[in-house]
Structure formats: C-alpha cells, structure tokens
T-cell receptor, first 115, second 115 residues
Framework: QKEVEQNSGPLSVPEGAIASLNCTYS??????FFWYRQYSGKSPELIMS????GDKEDGRFTAQLNKASQYVSLLIRDSQPSDSATYLC???????????????FGTGTLLAVQP | DTGVSQDPRHKITKRGQNVTFRCDPISEHNRLYWYRQTLGQGPEFLTYFQNEAQLEKSRLLSDRFSAERPKGSFSTLEIQRTEQGDSAMYLCASSREVASGNTIYFGEGSWLTVV
C-alpha cells in the first residue's frame, strides 16, 4: 500500500514567521508531487507542484523535493493568519508505464498562524 | 466561472435511499476523477475517466457505487442503498492530458449526510 505521511499538527506559528510543512512518501518511483491548501469545509486548492529535486519558489511559497530521501516540504514565508488551513501533500502514483493518474494524499497538516 | 462544477453541493438523505451527484469538468480537460474525503482524512481516490472510458476504479468503490461519463463531458456518481458510512464529501476533479505532471483541479465538493 503506497503511503503519504504528514504530521497532523496543529502547527502553530506567529504571524510573519516561516511555516515548514513536511511530507514523506513510500513510492520510490513517483515523479509528481503537489501541495494543496484546504480551508475548513472547502475543497482542496492547488498551491504548488514540483517534479524535480531541489527548490521551487512561487511568491511566499517554496516547495522542496528530495527524491533520494522520499521527502517533500513546503515553506511559507511571512505567514499570515489567512494561511491558517490544512495543507495536504499529494503524490501521483507512479505509472510503471501504465495509465494510472491517481493522487495519493496524506492526512494533512493543520497550520494555525497566530496574529 | 470555468472551474470544476459540482451539484448538488449538499445532500441529506435517509439510509437506504439512492443519491446521484453530477460533475462538470473544466471544458478542455479530458480526464475526470472522483475522490471521497471524510473528516480528518485526505481525499481518497474512487475512480478515473479519460474521455468516456472509465480506466481505473478503487477497491473503495463497492457495488453500490457507479460512475459514468457518457459523452466524455460531465460525469455522474450514483450511490445506491446509502449507508451512514457513506457520509462524506465527494470531490470531482479534472485535468488535461499532457506528457507529464498534469495538474488536477478540484471542484467545490458535494457533501453527503446519510441519516
């Protein structure tokens, strides 16, 4: 059973600080990784996608990927109270040449940004 | 609005009744997915269509669940003889077929409560 693991939190950070969210995955050959933000009662909203080792920056968000360690993270700089949400890590199941397009999600980390 | 559209947004039904949800994907997207999310969990994959062909089904999709995408556009998810354990948010998502890393976008979800 392929798995995606996240700390459920809550992760509490003060406003203006850097929030660091982590995720590990079990499928060694996965190639596509995603971070979704989900506000309470709402559907997941895509924040970042990353496919190559290293860092990818988009505004206040930086995704980091280390395939050797099977680890992906999301950094949120200058955290704002409006960033308070559950952050879901998702890994696209490896194709092995097949047609699967399934995303495997972690249970999410609840982030609380304190004003 | 050109996002993924789901209907109804909320449904309360008595145990044993049938329910049907509809999803209209983003217009240029040929791939459509159904996920289910319960409280405190990440979304779980149910099924996937490429155009009108249902290419993958999760073992979570029991015989009481059926999904269709008759003309490769909108999709329906029907749950027969609902049980209390079916209470969840049912998420539809869509994506475009690209060589790699196709991004999946979610609709706002359909909440089901079985009483």
């Amino acid at each position: 059973q392929k798995e995606v693991e996240q700390n459920s939190g809550p992760l509490s950070v003060p406003e203006g600080a850097i929030a660091s969210l982590n995720c590990t995955y079990s499928d060694r050959v996965s190639q596509s990784f995603f971070w979704y933000r989900q506000y309470s009662g709402k559907s997941p909203e895509l924040i970042m996608s990353i496919y190559s080792n290293g860092d990818k920056e988009d505004g206040r968000f930086t995704a980091q990927l280390n395939k050797a360690s099977q680890y992906v993270s999301l950094l949120i700089r200058d955290s704002q109270p409006s960033d308070s949400a559950t952050y879901l890590c998702a890994v696209k199941e490896s194709d092995y040449g097949g047609a699967t397009n399934k995303l495997i999600f972690g249970t999410g980390t609840l982030l609380a940004v304190q004003p | 609005d050109t996002g993924v559209s789901q209907d109804p947004r909320h449904k309360i039904t008595k145990r044993g009744q049938n329910v049907t949800f509809r999803c209209d994907p983003i217009s240029e997207h040929n791939r459509l997915y159904w996920y289910r999310q319960t409280l405190g969990q990440g979304p779980e994959f149910l099924t996937y269509f490429q155009n009108e062909a249902q290419l993958e089904k999760s073992r979570l999709l029991s015989d009481r669940f059926s999904a269709e995408r008759p003309k490769g556009s909108f999709s329906t998810l029907e749950i027969q003889r609902t049980e209390q354990g079916d209470s969840a948010m049912y998420l539809c998502a869509s994506s475009r077929e690209v060589a790699s890393g196709n991004t999946i976008y979610f609709g706002e979800g359909s909440w089901l409560t079985v009483v």
